[in-house]
């Protein structure tokens, strides 16, 4: 055996490997990404490849786990740090919104949603708590905003569950790049629904927002 093909049997860092996904995904597009060329990247053979990860679906489902692991600790230390609730809301807002089309992680996100239809339970049960984590700390922040008086009184659970529902189909239009939902615009259609939905009665009125379309 060359010392070449011992490399290749060597397996890489599980991190290292969904890092090569990711990257891939955000070069090429999820057309871009197969097991042959993944391999090549990370010094591993697609057969070992599906060895370890054994199905494609699962190997996505991995790497959007991973990248959910990594906004998750951005997330929280937002959520926890200095501010107001509105000022904590906007930048949860902020992390949520894609940065532009073909934004890898959504773009993956869109892609493990999308083979959601066959996939088993465990699979279901996994991007669930994807969603749950989102939902979850959104409902808190909206709760101390409501305690604090900066919100108006809300049912905090259907609130964000419409909040994320307004996001998600405003991030999938800055994913797939359709006109006029550009990341700028997007984040400031949220700021003027959180002002008409959250600000209470007698608050004072949004600074006017001066930023030029994109």
Known sequence: MTP????RNIAPPRGDVLAAVMATVARKGLD?????GLGREVGM???HLLYYFRTKDELLLQTLEWSEARLGTERRALLTGPGTARERLDAYIALYVPDGHRDPHWTLWLEVWNRS???DDDARARQAAIEDAWHGDLVELLAEGVGRGEFRAVDTGSAATRLRALMDGFSVHVTVGIPGTGREQVLRQMRGHVDETLRPAGGAPPATDVTPAS
């Open 32 to 36: 871009g990404l197969t097991m042959a």
């Open 4 to 7: 070449a093909s011992r490399r």
């Open 117 to 119: 239809q066959d996939a």
């Open 45 to 47: 053979s697609s057969g």
